[in-house]
């Protein structure tokens, strides 16, 4: 048996993280045994649905390296095939036309609240012989009245919900359009769909696929509902708790690789192994290791595996992913040694590409922003005497290496008697305006000659001013 697996986003928003996590898993599960991945639109609500939630999902997949094997399918173009299957469940007395109209409905739903039952529609139109009144029909499964759906749940096990708790599901609606689970029903059949890996939020709505399902005469897919992501709050996650976006991940600096690499771990576990390549993820990944409680979504856990692959990437792929965050914070990338030897400089440093590119301004073009306070601090008048030597030894320094301008620091240092340290600070907010940045030769090198020597002629500037005033 082939494996089918199946992502139905309903593409009325963003590509929000739980989400995407169900489409790994459903990936994670098709790619282990060598199956397929479906993916599908549910788009039937026409108001919510948008062009630009279609571009979102596709982009937030594509940039995570979730690909598929079927589709996209729209549910808004197989309307013709839902409206056949409603019409051979009406032929063969699978599901009934009713009449009724809004108010009655309203006021059994009332009686019913009143009388302190679960409101349910009663069957008149399923009991009645002839019950057109004139009014526009919708169209209702005749549910079974009595017995039991046993939903064998992978993940939960045996959930059984008593038939009598259900009432007869509305399939289609007086327009005739199809309602949710009859087209969802009709997909996972046409489409093959073997396993139906999802939130457990749907979980209320498996007895009343299943008996659409059982009405058309089609086997039982297996299911596997998922505990949802909660906040550090225990509340289902959501957007008070932060960012819940794919794509604003991406915005904010994840790794495409981390952010799968943290879901894939975020209500699953292998052991106690929390680096996983996806190759590791594809052979290790199984439903029976699905974690039967819900998930906290933790930031500092996703930061952390974060820079788990900024720091072991091969540095091209890394510099691949960053340049665009350089590029977003105005830096020109033009020069791919210049941009590779940051990169490599900054790796273990930077939680996300986004502080990455922003604490790598110093290294690219003229300074653009420097720490008042920093400077305040460390260009005090004592040090403009080494400063200054430094800056008329590193004009005419060769090679412009980091190896050899140690040396030349360390001989500074010496010959005014301080203290590698006590140099080496002024120094670095001398070129690069801040107190933090990777080792100061690599620091210089990674300034350049030009720039060196302008930023140390300004804090020797800044040094006389203070002088001055005083
Ligand atoms: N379209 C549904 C959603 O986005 C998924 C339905 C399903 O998995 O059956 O929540």
């Not at 974060?306 to 350089?326: C, G, K, M, T, W």
């Given at each position: 048996?082939?494996?089918?697996?199946?992502?139905?986003?309903?593409?009325?928003?963003?590509?929000?993280?739980?989400?995407?996590?169900?489409?790994?898993?459903?990936?994670?599960?098709?790619?282990?045994?060598?199956?397929?991945?479906?993916?599908?639109?549910?788009?039937?609500?026409?108001?919510?649905?948008?062009?630009?939630?279609?571009?979102?999902?596709?982009?937030?997949?594509?940039?995570?390296g979730?690909?598929?094997?079927?589709?996209?399918?729209?549910?808004?173009?197989?309307?013709d095939?839902?409206?056949?299957?409603?019409?051979?469940?009406?032929?063969?007395?699978?599901?009934?036309?009713?009449?009724?109209?809004?108010?009655r409905?309203?006021?059994?739903?009332?009686?019913?609240?009143?009388?302190?039952?679960?409101?349910?529609?009663?069957?008149?139109?399923?009991?009645?012989?002839?019950?057109?009144?004139?009014?526009?029909?919708?169209?209702?499964?005749?549910?079974?009245?009595?017995?039991?759906?046993?939903?064998?749940?992978?993940?939960?096990?045996?959930?059984?919900?008593?038939?009598?708790?259900?009432?007869?599901?509305?399939?289609?609606?007086?327009?005739?359009?199809?309602?949710y689970?009859?087209?969802?029903?009709?997909?996972?059949?046409?489409?093959?769909?073997?396993?139906?890996?999802?939130?457990?939020?749907?979980?209320?709505?498996?007895?009343?696929?299943?008996?659409?399902?059982?009405?058309?005469?089609?086997?039982?897919p297996?299911?596997?509902?998922?505990?949802?992501?909660?906040?550090?709050?225990?509340?289902?996650?959501?957007?008070?708790?932060?960012?819940?976006?794919?794509l604003?991940y991406?915005?904010?600096?994840?790794?495409?690789?981390a952010?799968?690499?943290?879901?894939?771990?975020?209500?699953?576990?292998?052991?106690?192994?929390?680096?996983?390549?996806?190759?590791?993820?594809?052979?290790?990944?199984?439903i029976?290791?699905?974690?039967?409680?819900?998930?906290?979504?933790?930031?500092?856990?996703?930061?952390?595996?974060n820079?788990?692959?900024?720091?072991?990437?091969?540095?091209?792929?890394?510099?691949?992913?960053?340049?665009?965050?350089?590029?977003?914070?105005?830096?020109?990338?033009?020069?791919?040694?210049?941009?590779?030897?940051?990169?490599?400089?900054q790796?273990?440093?930077?939680?996300?590409?986004?502080?990455?590119a922003?604490?790598?301004?110093?290294?690219?073009g003229?300074?653009?922003?420097?720490?008042?306070?920093?400077?305040?601090?460390?260009?005090?008048?004592?040090?403009?005497?080494?400063?200054?030597?430094?800056?008329?030894?590193?004009?005419?320094?060769?090679?412009?290496q980091?190896?050899?301008?140690?040396?030349?620091?360390?001989?500074?240092?010496?010959?005014?008697?301080?203290?590698?340290?006590?140099?080496?600070?002024?120094?670095?907010?001398?070129?690069?305006?801040f107190?933090?940045?990777?080792?100061?030769?690599?620091?210089?090198?990674?300034?350049?000659?030009?720039?060196?020597?302008?930023?140390?002629?300004?804090?020797?500037?800044?040094?006389?001013?203070?002088?001055?005033?005083?």
């Amino acid at each position: 048996m082939t494996i089918v697996t199946r992502f139905p986003p309903s593409p009325t928003g963003d590509l929000h993280i739980g989400s995407a996590r169900t489409a790994l898993y459903n990936w994670l599960y098709a790619r282990r045994h060598g199956g397929r991945m479906v993916l599908r639109m549910e788009d039937t609500d026409r108001e919510r649905s948008t062009q630009a939630a279609v571009d979102v999902i596709m982009e937030g997949m594509a940039w995570m390296g979730l690909d598929y094997d079927d589709g996209p399918y729209y549910q808004t173009q197989r309307f013709d095939r839902y409206k056949e299957v409603i019409n051979d469940l009406l032929a063969r007395g699978k599901a009934y036309r009713c009449y009724c109209s809004r108010e009655r409905l309203d006021e059994l739903r009332a009686a019913q609240m009143a009388a302190k039952d679960k409101p349910r529609y009663d069957g008149l139109c399923r009991n009645h012989p002839n019950p057109d009144n004139g009014n526009p029909p919708v169209v209702r499964l005749a549910t079974p009245l009595e017995g039991a759906v046993v939903i064998d749940d992978r993940v939960r096990g045996a959930v059984t919900i008593q038939n009598s708790e259900l009432d007869d599901l509305i399939i289609a609606r007086s327009d005739g359009s199809p309602t949710y689970h009859l087209s969802v029903v009709v997909d996972d059949i046409d489409m093959g769909i073997t396993h139906v890996l999802r939130g457990d939020d749907h979980l209320n709505n498996t007895p009343r696929q299943i008996h659409i399902l059982e009405a058309i005469g089609a086997e039982r897919p297996v299911y596997a509902h998922i505990p949802m992501i909660n906040g550090s709050d225990g509340k289902k996650l959501s957007k008070r708790h932060g960012a819940v976006s794919v794509l604003a991940y991406r915005d904010d600096g994840i790794l495409p690789q981390a952010l799968l690499n943290y879901l894939a771990r975020l209500g699953w576990s292998h052991g106690d192994q929390e680096i996983f390549s996806r190759a590791e993820m594809i052979a290790a990944f199984d439903i029976e290791d699905i974690n039967k409680s819900a998930a906290t979504f933790d930031m500092d856990k996703l930061l952390w595996v974060n820079q788990h692959y900024i720091q072991h990437l091969p540095l091209d792929e890394l510099v691949s992913h960053a340049r665009p965050y350089f590029e977003q914070a105005g830096l020109d990338t033009s020069d791919a040694v210049q941009l590779a030897a940051v990169t490599d400089a900054q790796r273990t440093r930077a939680k996300t590409l986004l502080e990455m590119a922003d604490k790598s301004r110093p290294f690219f073009g003229e300074l653009t922003s420097l720490d008042e306070e920093a400077m305040a601090k460390h260009l005090m008048p004592a040090v403009a005497a080494p400063l200054r030597d430094l800056r008329d030894r590193l004009m005419s320094h060769e090679p412009w290496q980091a190896a050899g301008l140690h040396s030349l620091i360390e001989s500074v240092a010496a010959a005014h008697d301080m203290k590698l340290g006590k140099i080496a600070q002024p120094l670095r907010v001398a070129v690069t305006g801040f107190a933090a940045s990777p080792a100061i030769d690599i620091t210089l090198q990674l300034v350049g000659r030009e720039q060196c020597i302008i930023r140390l002629d300004g804090a020797l500037a800044y040094i006389a001013s203070r002088e001055q005033s005083g």
